[in-house]
């Protein structure tokens, strides 16, 4: 989370919203809120998915650095599975404005759902290629998923979590059939189901 106080009131706090790993098969997924400083621009901000891991990970440390506030939050397998994919991206995206050092004014979500935030919030599809704030969000995103996947790999070998991040490769499901699910994996996703009855 970025520390410092809120601006004066008369600058709106726009919280930018993103997610990254609805797809997996495996691990959390994870939703970042930022609020950039209007003063203090960052060059290159785009769509994670267009940018190569290595500017992704130049641009993660500038964001947490000249934004005004931005958090990443996630929900686990277990309340992916739980709460659906759906349900559990949006508590993942109120976790994350929740624990914004300050509430926005407004938000705006990539896609075509919105979480319910005690602000008012707008979708916006393709968002993440528009809009700053929700760039960086979806930068801080990925980052911090792929992180992730990394350190989960090494708790979980055998899969390739490190390098798939989880999703459904036919290399990682042939290791899923191999293996069977490993207690990251969401059981309510077909593959994962279909290997589990392949253990029975």
């Known amino acids: 989370m970025a520390p410092g106080a809120a601006p004066g009131p008369t600058v709106a706090l726009i919280a930018g919203i993103d997610e990254a790993g609805r797809g997996p098969l495996a691990g ?15 060059p290159g901000l785009d769509d994670s998915k267009r940018l190569s891991p290595a500017r992704r990970a130049l641009l993660e440390p ?3 650095r000249f934004a005004l506030a931005w958090c990443v939050a996630s929900a686990s397998p277990a309340e992916i599975d739980t709460l659906n994919i759906l349900q559990a991206t949006l508590l993942a995206m109120r976790r994350a404005v929740q624990g914004l050092a300050f509430p926005p004014d407004r938000a705006l979500v990539d896609g075509n759902r919105c979480p319910a935030l005690d602000c008012p919030v707008a979708a916006i599809v393709g968002g993440d290629a528009k809009v700053a704030a929700i760039s960086a969000a ?3 995103a990925k980052v911090a ?3 992730e996947m990394a350190r989960l790999d090494l708790l979980h070998p055998g899969y390739g979590l490190a390098l798939h991040k989880g999703y459904p ?6 290791a899923l ?4 699910p ?4 969401r059981r309510s996703f077909r593959p994962v189901r279909e290997a589990l009855e392949l253990l029975a």
């Open 177 to 180: 059939r191999a293996l069977g």
């Open 169 to 174: 490769t036919p290399a990682h499901i042939a």
């Open 62 to 64: 500038e964001i947490q």
């Open 28 to 42: 959390p997924v994870t939703a970042a809120a930022v609020i950039l400083d209007p003063a203090r621009p960052i």
């Open 138 to 140: 979806s930068i801080l």
């Open 145 to 147: 998923r792929d992180r």
């Open 182 to 185: 490993s207690p990251i994996h």
